[in-house]
């Protein structure tokens, strides 16, 4: 059975960082999207960033291009997003999710196949 544990949410200070991480286990994540969301109260949960889990290459969403890095480590089969800069409008719960078709652009909720339970990132100003 598929699982997706997010961790590494917390509370800082506006300029700060935060590395959230995703412990994928259950199947092989070769040829899957990995991706991450982020959803506030009253909101659409919303796309941030993905990675192809076999070539490595990554797509942002423009509010965070510059600022955040979605990176993998095959071997521990982990997927992290690195958050700089941060904003008080990051401030979300952020889902780790994986998408079983690597041909798509990754941005879109419906198209992933697997969800994690999320994590809280809160930045105050």
């Known amino acids: 059975q598929v699982q997706l544990v997010e961790s590494g949410g917390g509370l800082v200070q506006a300029g700060g960082s935060l590395r959230l991480s995703c412990a994928a286990s259950g199947r092989t994540f070769v040829g899957y999207l990995m991706g991450w969301f982020r959803q506030t109260p009253g909101k659409e949960r919303e796309f941030v960033s993905r990675?192809?889990?076999?070539?490595?290459?990554?797509n942002y969403a423009d509010s965070v291009k510059g600022r955040f890095t979605i990176s993998r480590d095959k071997s521990g089969n982990t997927v992290y997003l690195q958050m700089n800069s941060l904003k008080p409008e990051d401030t979300a719960v952020y889902y780790c999710a994986a998408d079983s078709n690597p041909y798509r652009l990754g941005s879109m909720i419906r198209d992933y196949d697997y969800w994690g339970q999320g994590t809280q990132v809160t930045v105050s100003s």
């Open positions: 990675i192809n889990w076999s070539s490595g290459i990554t």
